[in-house]
T-cell receptor
């Protein structure tokens, strides 16, 4: 059974803190891992990772994949209240062709 | 360019009633998807359509049917709603093609439909 597990389930930090969100997976025929940010409504795409050890970066957000450990981390530095959201990890798995299997998400709340 | 649109935004049904959720995309994407999102469970794939004219079951298809009306539109039907179908439903699309599966795996999501079945 393909599975994606995210940790922690929820997190409260203060503005300016750095956070690390984790995603681990067990899937058949891994192809890629994606991170999404979900605020009030639809998830919006952040990163797609296919190769181990190569960091993807966008502003204060960065992410890296470790295929040996079957995991990925999403880092957010100098957090702002606008970073408050659910962060979803998804893996492109063999079970449904190239469809995505999502983790339950990490709820991040940044306090001012 | 509206992206992915869904209607309605909210709906309350009684057990046994039927309804259809509508989804349309204007990005000329090949693939479309229906997910449900429940607290603590992330997004789960209900049905997907890899291209116009094809549909396939996802992880949780029971109690649902879909129609890929044309390349733009993909609807989800609940024939006899049950309280267990209370959820937020998202439609998504991607450019994923049959030959170039690596390109365009990124999915774009609609704003969601919050459905309550009493």
């Amino acid at each position: 059974e393909d599975k994606v597990v995210q940790s922690p389930l929820s997190l409260v930090v203060h503005e300016g803190d750095t956070v690390t969100l984790n995603c681990s997976y067990e899937v058949t025929n891994f192809r890629s891992l994606l991170w999404y940010k979900q605020e009030k409504k639809a998830p919006t795409f952040l990163f797609m990772l296919t190769s181990s050890g190569i960091e993807k970066k966008s502003g204060r957000l960065s992410s890296i994949l470790d295929k040996k450990e079957l995991s990925s981390i999403l880092n957010i530095t100098a957090t702002q209240t606008g970073d408050s959201a659910i962060y979803l990890c998804a893996v492109e798995a063999h079970k449904y062709g190239n469809k995505l299997v999502f983790g339950a998400g990490t709820i991040l709340r940044v306090k001012s | 360019n509206a992206g992915v649109t869904q209607t309605p935004k909210f709906q309350v049904l009684k057990t046994g009633q039927s309804m259809t959720l509508q989804c349309a995309q204007d990005m000329n994407h090949n693939s479309m998807y229906w997910y449900r999102q429940d607290p603590g469970m992330g997004l789960r794939l209900i049905y997907y359509s890899a291209s116009e004219g094809t549909t396939d079951k996802g992880e949780v298809p029971n109690g649902y049917n879909v129609s890929r009306l044309n390349k733009r539109e993909f609807s989800l039907r609940l024939e006899s709603a049950a309280p267990s179908q209370t959820s937020v439903y998202f439609c998504a699309s991607s450019q994923t093609g049959l030959l170039n599966w690596r390109e365009g795996i990124e999915q774009y999501f609609g704003p969601g439909t919050r459905l309550t079945v009493t």
